[in-house]
């Protein structure tokens, strides 16, 4: 038989060693070369021991560890043959494991490899162990596929062909089309006694495969191995009768002439069995076309019965047919006449009904925009009387307290004992108050941080005249928040934010208060946090200041969200969309 260069590369060494060296011997090789850093027959070792798990043990994970490793040494030599042809030999074994996945990718690229450079039995070989993977893993459209393409390169009478044989004629047997190959053909319609399908076999069929390779290349030990297995793992006959020819092949050709004899026998059996199976299935399907030829025969006498018998009934009702039609079509006319008015009708009550709902809906939107517009003419008036009050406060009182100070201030001049009187530090004391109370006053009403530097530093100005020793600890974070907020946004804004701050401070009783602005692109979140007392939002009647605030939010469009639980504090989330 013509052996292509890439399978050719088998190490014929490995052959002849294997069924000399016993696993302890094989062990002790492996150690030995590892530790001397012989890594070319490290390679060669590290098979036999793979080939001595297989017989000896039936230990088929160490196994793949060991070819692994020898695949790592084959990379790093270089030797790509060999290396690619291992990635055959140990796919088989992960095939048996179920790890199909691993076994797809180590076929896949040992095809890719020998394609590329023209091994083209290789190359076939590797794409119908693809095929036989994929049986394994119950995908039978890829086995075809892969199997037809082994088949196009497989030129008789070559190691591929016979394989390639062996996994189409089990795919017609089951039913799979193979294009080119016809389904009447003797060997691929042969069945098993029990008629069992491949799919319950698969393994078995796998290990036949895999027995007859290492017997072509003389791996009389692990072919006889798989063999074998393919006899326990399988109650398909013909898989059963193939793998015992080759096993009476394989002892006949090692000098075992008594086991070649046995399985010769056994193989006898099971070709009688089938050839018995086979023309049992003839006679029937002979008996089938018998019965079936009668039954025809008889049916068609009684169909020309029935046709006379139907002839002289179709003429009797005929007559009434014809009335019955007649009612019918009046019948209908009537329904159909009834139906278009109702129809008429309904389309006409739909159409008030949705000239209602669309009225109900402009005066719901007038309703609203009445409602926004009034909202905003009574924020622009508060906002109006709070500038025109702290103008007042600023430029009036403020000035005017100042004045009576530096009267004060004056006196202390004149007279420096007058700082001793208790009345006169009392006096002095209430006015520096008075000066700081209008100046706080003033800057609530209108806040000149907010219209000169922006949002954020007015909320922190804000946040700076609340804090003292006695006030809870205040935590303001902002992120990202643009200092080119529209005017009347960000006054509303601040507002919010005091009018927030305000009811913590006067009613939570809390510890920690936190205050967070958040902009993301075309929306800013306010949120405001405390660790108070909490109430019930449902319970508490809405005063002036939660009003406030959610006609704020409404003016903004925004969305308002309180959440607060008795003696676990109070969390105020609000979405107010920005304008790009």
């Known amino acids: 038989m013509p052996v292509p260069h890439a399978l050719a ?58 070819y692994q490793e020898a695949i790592e040494l084959l990379k790093a030599s270089g030797d790509s043959v060999s290396q690619y042809m291992t990635y055959i030999d140990i796919a088989m074994l992960y095939i048996t494991l179920e790890n199909y996945h691993e076994a797809y990718n180590l076929l896949e690229e040992a095809s890719d490899y020998f394609e590329k450079h023209d091994s083209i039995e290789a190359y076939g070989m590797a794409l119908n162990f693809l095929a036989d993977a994929h049986i394994a893993a119950f995908d039978p459209d890829q086995a075809v596929l892969y199997a037809s393409k082994a088949r196009e390169i497989a030129a008789p009478p070559s190691l591929l062909s016979h394989i390639n044989t062996t996994t189409i004629t089990a795919l017609i047997r089951n039913g799979e089309p193979v294009e080119g190959v016809d389904k009447s053909d003797t060997t691929a319609m042969e069945r098993s006694p029990t008629h069992t399908r491949l799919i319950q076999n698969y393994t078995g069929l796998i290990e036949l495969n895999s027995g007859y390779y290492q017997m072509h290349w003389g791996n009389f030990a692990l072919a006889d191995y798989y ?20 096993l009476a092949d394989l002892h006949e050709a090692s000098g075992h002439y008594q086991n070649a004899f046995i399985y010769l026998q056994r193989y006898a059996t099971v070709n009688d ?17 018998m019965q079936s030829y009668e039954q025809q025969a008889q049916i068609k006498m009684l169909e020309k019965e029935k046709n006379v018998a139907d002839i002289t009934n179709r003429i009797e009702k005929i007559g009434s047919v014809s009335l019955l039609i007649a009612s019918f079509i009046i019948l209908l006319s009537a329904y159909f006449i009834i139906r278009y008015y109702q129809k008429r009708m309904n389309a006409n009550q739909i159409i008030r009904e949705q000239n209602e709902e669309i009225n109900k809906r402009k005066i719901t939107d007038l309703e609203n925009n009445l409602k926004i517009e009034t909202m905003h003419s009574m924020i622009n008036g ?30 202390q001049t004149k007279d420096t004992h007058i700082t001793n009187l208790k009345e006169y530090r009392k006096a002095y004391t209430l006015l520096d108050e008075a000066c700081n109370e209008v100046r706080n006053i003033s800057n609530n009403m209108q806040p000149d941080a907010l219209l000169s530097l922006g949002v954020v530093p007015a909320i922190s100005d804000l946040v700076n005249r609340f804090q003292s020793d006695k006030a809870p600890h205040i935590d303001f974070q902002h992120f990202d928040v643009s200092n080119r907020l529209e005017q009347s946004t960000a006054l509303n804004i601040y507002r919010i934010v005091q009018e927030l701050l305000t009811n913590s401070l006067k009613h939570a009783n809390a510890s920690h208060i936190l205050i967070q602005l958040d ?62």
Do not use: C, W
């Open 227 to 246: 063999l074998r297995h393919a006899i326990s793992s399988t109650n398909d006959g013909v898989i059963l009768r193939d793998a015992l020819s080759n």
């Open 9 to 66: 590369q088998t190490d014929t060494t490995v052959l002849l060693l294997v069924d000399t060296i016993s696993i302890e011997h094989a062990l002790a090789n492996v150690e030995r070369l590892r530790v001397e850093k012989r890594d070319d027959d490290l390679v060669l070792s590290l098979k036999i021991l793979a080939t001595r798990f297989l017989i000896d043990k039936d230990l088929t994970q160490m196994a793949v560890e060991s």
């Open 382 to 411: 508060q906002e109006a009387e709070r500038e025109r009050i702290a103008k007042d406060l600023h430029d009036s009182l403020g000035g005017l307290l100042s004045t009576v100070k530096l009267h004060f201030d004056a006196l």
């Open 519 to 580: 902009q993301k692109e075309d929306e800013l979140m306010i949120t405001v946090e405390d660790d108070g007392s909490g109430y019930n939002p449902n319970a508490v009647d809405k005063g002036m200041g939660t009003g406030n605030i959610s006609s704020r939010v409404n003016f903004l469009k925004g969305d308002l969200n309180i959440h607060s639980v008795t003696n676990e504090g109070t969390s105020t989330l609000i979405t107010i969309p920005l304008e790009s």
């Open 273 to 289: 069995s089938l050839l018995n199976a086979k023309r049992q299935q003839i006679i029937n399907h002979l008996r089938i076309q």
